[in-house]
T-cell receptor
Framework: SQQGEEDPQALSIQEGENATMNCSYK?????LQWYRQNSGRGLVHLIL?????REKHSGRLRVTLDTSKKSSSLLITASRAADTASYFC?????????????FGTGTRLTIIP | GAGVSQSPRYKVAKRGQDVALRCDPI?????LFWYQQALGQGPEFLTY????????KSGLPSDRFFAERPEGSVSTLKIQRTQQEDSAVYLC???????????FGPGTRLTVL
């Protein structure tokens, strides 16, 4: 079963605009990760935020985590055509850390050139 | 190798046939994971190995699914008597240490006719 849900399910924006997608989850977590998946390819790890962190940056990516609301957001600034992909949040709920990931349903992002 | 590799990339099977999917993890990675991704969904955990030990197989959907990693490196996911509902992309991931992220292969797309 899916742990989380991404919102929106699909998002189309113009190149250069910012894209924001949200993830909600159900149980307490050790960390939350965001992955990107291009059509027909495997998952690429983007960023990890631990349960005691509130915000993290990596290049054009900004991730926030609100454990009280059990939610996270991923912001991609200055979007590019190459950002077109599906984005998934994944939570680690295992006792020993990162043994298995529970993925959300994904947001399909389309960047319009 | 440079990354996780999986073979075959595509597999078409007739209902009732047995299939075997192979995963070559990143050299030296201790942990190996299998996930199943149905069309339009996020990946769902199947099973987890630490070296040759299968520590968690709670996600395997039925006893028709079997995974092994006899020498702690290459892993094989076997599905017996395939059914149409087994059609999905099967993803393999490996991880070096418990603090590392999971690195995913490109997946094997299984279609059961």
């Amino acid at each position: 079963s899916q742990q989380g849900e991404e919102d929106p399910q699909a998002l189309s924006i113009q190149e250069g605009e910012n894209a924001t997608m949200n993830c909600s989850y159900k149980t307490s977590i050790n960390n939350l990760q965001w992955y990107r998946q291009n059509s027909g390819r495997g998952l690429v790890h983007l960023i990890l935020i631990r349960s005691n962190e509130r915000e993290k940056h990596s290049g054009r990516l900004r991730v926030t985590l609100d454990t009280s609301k059990k939610s996270s957001s991923l912001l991609i600034t200055a979007s590019r055509a190459a950002d077109t992909a599906s984005y998934f949040c994944a939570t680690d709920v295992s006792n020993f850390g990162n043994e298995k990931l529970t993925f959300g349903t994904g947001t399909r992002l389309t960047i319009i050139p | 190798g440079a990354g996780v590799s999986q073979s075959p990339r595509y597999k078409v099977a007739k209902r009732g046939q047995d299939v075997a999917l192979r995963c070559d993890p990143i050299s030296g990675h201790v942990s190996l994971f299998w996930y199943q991704q149905a069309l339009g969904q996020g990946p769902e955990f199947l099973t987890y190995f630490q070296n040759e030990a299968q520590l968690d197989k709670s996600g395997l959907p039925s006893d028709r699914f079997f995974a092994e990693r006899p020498e702690g490196s290459v892993s094989t996911l076997k599905i017996q008597r395939t059914q149409q509902e087994d059609s999905a992309v099967y993803l393999c991931a490996s991880r070096g240490t418990s603090m590392d992220t999971q690195y995913f292969g490109p997946g094997t797309r299984l279609t059961v006719l």
